[in-house]
């Protein structure tokens, strides 16, 4: 029940090169609805709480089942789904993104809005560390950074359209038929991977045993400390932007959704911009990625007040965290171009623990030393990331 749609890419010089993007796109597909899904309920709460009679926080914790669960199932996934079909592994992944999203539509009681939750991370998480070897086994390695691109287009859209359309959808046929959205979302990728994706039978096993010898390459290791520096800096930040512009600029609630949709815009053409520099130099695109985090974040820090300031520094933080997931992608495939599953697994645990270690560093931060504060020091961890990938040159393995 599929189609290799295979074909040349216009343009290619290469005789004999071929890639599916057909298959490309479906994986781009996937992660949108994955995404939309995981940020849904950021934008129902008030509505899921009052529906299921909880309190906002605990309501709230829907969010956090999602990435704790995500963290620890993208290794999972990956060691034991290492024997089967990688493309019925990915079905299965896509399925439960389905499941989860109705599952939440039917919900009666919180514990099993949270089952339902827990179900969609383990989806996110397994979808996540095995992209960069999917990606791998659809285009040849010179056209990875295209198409991790496209992948991460998923994202990017996501990012900026989950929130608002589904305040706007759940306003008015109510927060149980968002999800269901989430749910045919999910059919459709379903579908176009089914009918897209070829065969891609297991290249190995993977354990436990791999992952510590891919992480023993210099490469890898300089890539996920970059990533150990670079997203702690960008997540204690934008964990506290909201309170960061109403506070120094001093935007309202309508400013600050407007700066936010501009931060997700310019993630979106930041995201084809890191590929388009990937596709020459991974190490320079992640170099720049994280240099213009740093630089936004020193805007904002020292001389956010300025609306000017702080409008132009937002966008330009949201193009540069947009380049930086494809420029750490093609690095890593770079140095684990043979065991693409087993770098993918580590990066996503690593950028779960830059995410979760930012967001508590910049509570701390922020209720010592105030907002500017937390913008300085997470562009001080965002310019050390980019001189440690920027200044090191390692061999591939």
Known sequence: MHSNLRTSLPGDSDVGATTSWA??????????????????????????????????????????????????????????SSRFDRRLTLLALTATLIFSSFLAA??????????????????????????????????????????????MGGVSIATVCAAPV???????????FTFAVAGMLGISAFLAQAFTLPAMPPSGPSGLGTMALVLRRPSIRIGLLTLLLVVPGHFAAFTFVRPFLEQVPKFGVEGVSALLLVFGIGGFFGNFAGGFVSERSASLSMTLAAAGIAIALFMLGFAGSSVFVASAATAFWGFAFGALPVSVQSFLTEGASDEPESA????????????????????????????NAVFVLAGLSALLGSALVGTRRVPRA
Do not use: C, H, K, Y
Request: no cysteine; net charge neutral; proline share 3%.
């Open 23 to 80: 298959g490309v796109v479906s994986l781009a597909l996937g992660v949108f609805g994955l995404v939309t899904a995981e940020f849904l309920p950021a934008s129902l709460l008030t509505p899921i709480s009052n529906d299921l009679g909880v309190s906002i926080g605990a309501a709230g914790q829907s969010v956090t089942m999602t990435a704790v669960v995500g963290a620890f199932a993208g290794p999972a996934v990956v060691l034991g």
């Open 106 to 151: 039917i919900s009666t009681n919180i514990t099993v809005l949270l089952i339902s939750r827990a179900l969609l991370g383990v989806g996110l998480g397994g979808f996540w560390a095995m992209s960069l070897a999917l990606a791998m086994r659809l285009v040849p390695e010179r056209l990875m950074a295209r198409a991790m691109a496209i992948i």
């Open 166 to 176: 589904g305040a706007w959808l759940g306003d008015i046929m109510g927060w149980r």
């Open 344 to 371: 993918g697994a580590l990066m996503l645990t690593t950028f779960q623990i830059g995410i979760s270690s930012g967001a508590v560093a910049g509570g701390l931060v922020i209720e010592t030393a105030g907002p």
